[in-house]
């Protein structure tokens, strides 16, 4: 069985680029909604930052996180911002504890 | 107009402390679910760690969220993690950025 991935990417804008990360990360949002697999693609800045960004993304597989990685949206996205952001986007995969109520208990 | 509250709670274990630390949140899952405006409490376990947890969380109110930290399910948690835990639990509050898809474009 093919189990869901989930991680959170975080992404800091260098001081001056924190519009335009935000305008192109939301930009992509659309698009990446529509890619196959993508069952979450949440889109967050941090509460009090006007340039940290929290994208939580939950793909039907490792071969759909693939194809998202490789496609044209993450293309632009990464041609956009190569050199807008503070370092590397930090990715921190996740794997999910269920139990209780299975809506509510899962992103 | 009440606005929902994200936010991403992270727990380390002491060594030692893990299997406790696991135990002890994914009991409160339901608990916490049944409690009034619980949108999302979804537990984690940060991949390729066996004591890094992470609660992706939504409240559909900071009045919610606060009547939840006071709670009967959080007190318990409090006191079994008392020592349980390498330090206090690191709370980052999202604001939410809204584009395309409303389902998988929101935790």
């Given amino acids: 069985m ?3 991935v989930v991680l959170m990417a975080t992404m800091v804008a ?4 924190e519009d335009l990360v935000e305008k192109t990360l939301t930009a992509a949002l659309p698009k990446v909604h529509a890619e196959p697999g993508c069952l979450r693609y949440a889109l967050h800045r941090k509460t009090g930052t006007t340039g940290e960004f929290v994208m939580i993304e939950k793909w039907a597989s490792q071969e759909a996180l693939g194809a998202h990685m490789k496609g ?3 293309r632009e996205v990464g041609a956009a911002l190569a050199r807008a952001l503070a370092g590397a986007p930090d990715m921190v995969f996740l794997d999910a ?3 209780g109520d299975p809506d509510a208990g899962a992103v």
Same sequence: chains 1, 2.
């Fill in 97 to 99: 504890i269920s139990a």
């Fill in 72 to 74: 044209a949206a993450m």
């Fill in 14 to 17: 260098k001081p001056g680029q």
């Fill in 2 to 4: 093919t189990e869901p």
